[in-house]
């Protein structure tokens, strides 16, 4: 059980987690439960829209003095928004911390959405979305989810559509960060060498106006997903090259066979070059350049696909393939021997990753976020050592049957 981090609850609703290291570098944001999922039908790309000019000034900061805050002192500042979660996050020297969570707790909790820079901004979402729509092999995981979650709010873009964005306004941020910037809807995270009293007191003294602001109601929007919808394969030819995505719904964060569907994950798409698909359309057939397979959990559900960029004419050799293998771990138990080494190679993927201290800062974030509790490594080891060959082949029947698969060709 993991020791080294202490956690508390503010009057206001606002918890804190901190992770003792020893470094000089400390990593800390905030993250608040609010993605693309939350936004009301005709708010598509609001989340990010949020979180892109939440940087655009308060009462304290005008936009420029907001973006010289923490560069100046060699800090760093960025965001990003998921489906289900936004976060602002900072990495600054240990010394210069009390400036990383006044502005943090500023821009987030107290920014002003003043539009005439946010006019300025749409243009740089926009510029964004063009540059995603213009890379098929990024566009392809956005277009795949649309086709599993039809219908329904995990399916949309994240990034909205640049009509949308352009008539977003400063009132529409203001209401989207009024239902969901809220203390009691977020967290404050902080990894590093930092006393964590005075930590507390440092994020409370900063905090203890927004005790005093009023919110609206935040609004429901985990909407109950409809069975599945099994489509037709969709298919398009505008591009040289044929990008491929098959895949089905799988599982949501608390469920028991997300575990054994992450070391099947590894074994068939992982980032290993001695991954199956990897060996079978790349190595031994030179049918690809790129092959992988991934998952995502949500609160209630989740997607697994594999995803591969071929010539056209190669499309229905590399399903075959594809299929195949997804065949045989269904169909045949791994050995002893294959699952001690499947094993091995993830706990030392998962180790070599949690080296990365800014991704695992917000790894830790992201499981504490939602879940209320910290993310254990050595729990999560002990478990990956617990999956049987029985269950792994279980998961591989339920996620990887023909019937389950849906298919998509750009």
Known sequence: MMTNFHTTTLANGLRIIHLASTSPVVYCGIGIQAGSRQENEGEEGLAHFCEHTTFKGTQRRSALQILNCLERVGGDLNAFTNKEDTVFYAAILKEHLTRAVDLLCDIVFCSEYPEEELRHEVDVICDEIESYNDSPAELIYDEFENLLFSGHPLGHNILGTPERVKAFTSQDARRFTQRYYRPENAIFFVYGDVNFEKLVKMIEVRSEKLEMREYMKPENHHSPLTSENHHSPLTSESHHQAHVMLGSRTFCYDDERRLPLYLLNNLLGGP???????????????????VESTMA???????????????????????QLTRRELDKVMQHPLTERQLTAAKRQLKGQIAIACDNREQYALDVAKHFLH???????????QRIDAITA?????????????????????
Request: aromatic content about 8%; some cysteine.
């Open 272 to 290: 290993g070059m001695n991954a199956r698909l990897n060996l079978q359309l790349r190595e031994k057939n030179g049918l690809v350049y790129t």
């Open 390 to 410: 029985p269950q792994l082949q279980d998961v591989a029947g339920q996620v990887f049957a023909p019937e389950r698969l849906q298919l998509l060709v750009l």
């Open 371 to 381: 879940h209320g509790k910290m993310h254990d490594i050595g729990l999560l080891m």
């Open 297 to 319: 959990s949500y609160s209630d559900t989740g997607a697994w696909s594999v995803y591969f960029g071929c010539d056209h004419h190669d499309v229905k050799r590399c399903l």
